[in-house]
């Protein structure tokens, strides 16, 4: 299977179970224009995760790394009035047109960006306030820090949060145990991670889309 045959399906599934939405397709269009990474969750997955946020009854969601904002707009969507969503961007650039997109999209209530160096931010909202908690969080920033990352989602979550890290395996680069590419060693020892932490109970799944063949890694916090 070729990556234009994955994008082929996918394209097949969108058009029939997400069909276009004008604040959406208007997210993607300002990626193109801006020539940011075309790294945003595909339709598909962004409304996979907005099932997962309703599944749960989430009324809090956090997520590490925004881009443009679209799987930002697909989880805030997801809530109940009253919800919130904080996502966290380094990215000055990117922030603004997130900030764009949020407005866009009628959510700037609901979605706090909060820009700067994840470790940093994660830092700062948990001295905030130490009873912050999160129902469900997305981890989707630079790979290399997923493991900091998901120590900070479970100090951040409650029995009953689902935390998610995506892009875990990489066109199967994940296999290549003499890889001599942090991102891929980080990525192996990741698995390790999750396998030997009593508090989730985890699972991963492998995907194939526009982008290629990549998955997801799901862990319930227990
Ligand atoms: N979740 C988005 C895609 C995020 S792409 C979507 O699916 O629509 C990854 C983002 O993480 C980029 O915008 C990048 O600037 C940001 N990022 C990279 N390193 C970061 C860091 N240390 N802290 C916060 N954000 C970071
Ligand atoms: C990359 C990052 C992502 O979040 C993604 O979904 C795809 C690719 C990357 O950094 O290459
Ligand atoms: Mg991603």
Not at 42 to 63: D, Q, S
Not at 106 to 131: F, H, V, Y
Request: net charge neutral; charged share 20%.
């Amino acid at each position: 299977m070729s990556k234009e045959l994955y994008a082929a399906v996918d394209t097949f599934l969108a058009e029939r179970l997400v069909g276009s939405d004008p604040v959406l397709d208007a997210v993607r269009k300002s990626c193109i224009d801006a020539n940011l990474p075309a790294i945003s969750v595909v339709p598909t997955h962004g409304k996979f995760l907005n099932l997962l946020a309703r599944m749960l009854g989430a009324r809090t969601i956090l997520e590490i790394g925004t881009l443009a904002g679209y799987s930002t707009i697909w989880l805030a969507r997801a809530l109940p009035a009253g919800g919130r969503v904080v996502t966290l961007e380094a990215d000055a650039t990117h922030a603004v047109i997130a900030r764009t997109n949020f407005l866009r999209a009628g959510l700037t209530n609901i979605i706090e960006l909060r820009e700067g160096p994840a470790l940093t931010t994660l830092a700062e909202l948990a001295a905030a306030d130490r009873e912050t908690r999160f129902d469900l969080i997305f981890i989707d920033a630079d790979k290399p820090n997923n493991a900091a990352y998901f120590n900070w989602a479970l100090k951040l979550s409650h029995p009953g949060s689902l935390i998610i890290i995506d892009n875990v395996i990489r066109d199967a680069r994940i296999l290549d145990s003499a890889s001599s590419d942090p991102s891929i060693q980080s990525r192996r020892q990741f698995f390790t991670l999750l396998a030997s932490e009593p508090r989730v109970s985890a699972t991963a799944l492998q995907t194939v889309d526009a982008k290629g063949h990549d998955g997801f890694a799901m862990a319930l916090v227990l």
